[in-house]
């Protein structure tokens, strides 16, 4: 024998009405920020944790810390990337012979890093829009667009936000400032991983002249270690696409 209660409309409206308003009081953003800062701090294993004072309840450590074991497993705080000899002697490295004798790079590990960053780059050029199509948020209407706004930034959140912006060049318009800082980090990201890659390269396969290996005639190179030929590797793949009449792995599984 079953039971069904048929909701009270009345009852229902105001308690949409009541959550309506305690979502607008203050805006995603707004209450983000801290969750934000110390979710940095703890994946990135607590440092400073004497002098750093927490803004969260207890229990919000607790969850970011089961965070920081799942979610963020693959990340490595940069502590643990980098290991310097000596820190001031890195900072003034120009070539990579000077910097290997002052500090070790842990290369599997910065590219768990890279391929986080790679995995959010993928995720907003390739999934975002299709998600937000079908939930009927890619182009709202003006009232519904505005609705969103007001609740994600908020006046407060998005004016403190607008005038940071703004301090960085005064006489220059807002929507320039943003347009210019964004295809700046955009460049800057798609450059970086082949830019890594190159540095990985010359890091690894680097000899120095003193160890034998390297015989040099003034500065011309005349014997030099023959480096170990690529490993060859055979790929599933999941997803790719068409680009500049070349065909472009997007997703791929190691099969052998």
Known sequence: MGYHFQLDKTLQERATDKLRKMLFRK???ERWEPVENETKWVITGRPNAKHHKKILPEYCYNILELHRRTIYKS??????VLTFKNKRRALKCKTVAEARKVMTIDWDKLGTVFAMGERC????EQELAPMLKREGLLKPSKKRGDEMLKLICGDRWLAKKLAEIQAQEPGKPVGEIVETDFNKMSGTTQKAIPEWHQKASEWEAFHDPKDGKVKLDG??????PKLPDFQQVTLKVLRWEEKDKRFVIKDAELVA
């Open 27 to 29: 805006s995603l953003m």
């Open 75 to 80: 990340f490595t705080p940069l502590s643990e």
């Open 121 to 124: 780059q993928m995720f907003f």
């Open 219 to 224: 500065e011309n190179v005349t014997q030099f």
